[in-house]
């Protein structure tokens, strides 16, 4: 089945430094990419949604100055957590939709970020 | 806008009983629902994915339902066993197949 694969899997950085996560397909073509975070004992709860070429979607809430979503190709989309601050610590997972696997959505298996 | 409710939030069961998790959402108009697992730490598992066509899926000792026009889906385990110990999430697709919203899960411990 379609693979997506996000780096690192755990992060520890220090306040006020920027942090990359990146989010790839290994298999398919991701048109669209999700971008999710889970605080503890939290369910999912989507961040923002991205088109390969396009601007991120973000949902309301969510401020898009803070949270850098690139979906500059078809395999790889990167959120960047900016001027990190211990309450952006949380467990942050992406998900992708491409050509050729109908609808599926997969999701990569998330990627630990801790702010000290 | 969707929204997914799980009840109970939490459950805990001796081992070898069947019990049911119960997922529910306010929008009728879906594309799919898919139910995971999630263990401590760790990504998400996909355990059954129920289109909006389908009444149900089995896999082994799992069983899920949709039924659309109430806004419910349920997820059947039989014969629990510890090792069936995580959080089950309840995901709805919205009928565009553009976004999944997650309901807020139900941690599971099955007792020994």
């Known amino acids: 089945g379609a693979v997506v694969s996000q780096h690192p899997s755990w992060v520890i950085c220090k306040s006020g430094t920027s942090v990359k996560i990146e989010c790839r397909s290994l298999?398919?073509?991701?048109?669209?990419m999700f971008w999710y975070r889970q605080f503890p004992k939290q369910s999912l709860m989507l961040m923002a949604t991205?088109?390969?070429?396009?601007?991120?979607?973000?949902e309301q809430g969510v401020e898009k100055d803070k949270f850098l979503i690139n979906h500059a190709s078809l395999t790889l989309s990167t959120l960047t957590v900016t001027s990190a601050h211990p309450e952006d610590s949380s467990f942050y997972i992406c998900?992708?939709?491409?050509?050729?696997?109908?609808?599926?959505?997969?999701f990569g298996e998330g990627s630990w970020l801790t702010v000290v | 806008k969707q929204e997914v409710t799980q009840i109970p939030a939490a459950l805990s069961v001796p081992e070898g009983e069947n019990l049911v998790l119960n997922c529910s959402f306010t929008?009728?108009?879906?594309?799919?629902l898919q139910w995971f697992r999630q263990d401590p730490g760790k990504g998400l598992t996909s355990l059954l994915l129920?289109?909006?066509?389908?009444r149900e899926q089995t896999s082994g000792r799992l069983n899920a339902s949709l039924d659309k026009s109430s806004g419910r889906s349920t997820l059947y385990i039989a014969a629990s066993q510890p090792g069936d110990s995580a959080t089950y999430l309840c995901?709805?697709?919205?009928?565009?197949?553009?976004?999944?919203?997650f309901g807020s899960g139900t941690r599971l411990s099955i007792r020994p």
């Open positions: 998900s992708a939709r491409g050509t050729g696997i109908g609808n599926t959505i997969y």
């Open positions: 298999d398919f073509q991701a048109t669209t």
């Open positions: 991205s088109n390969e070429g396009s601007k991120a979607t973000y």
């Open positions: 929008d009728s108009a879906i594309y799919n």
């Open positions: 129920i289109q909006s066509s389908q």
């Open positions: 995901a709805v697709t919205d009928s565009s197949a553009s976004k999944i919203i």
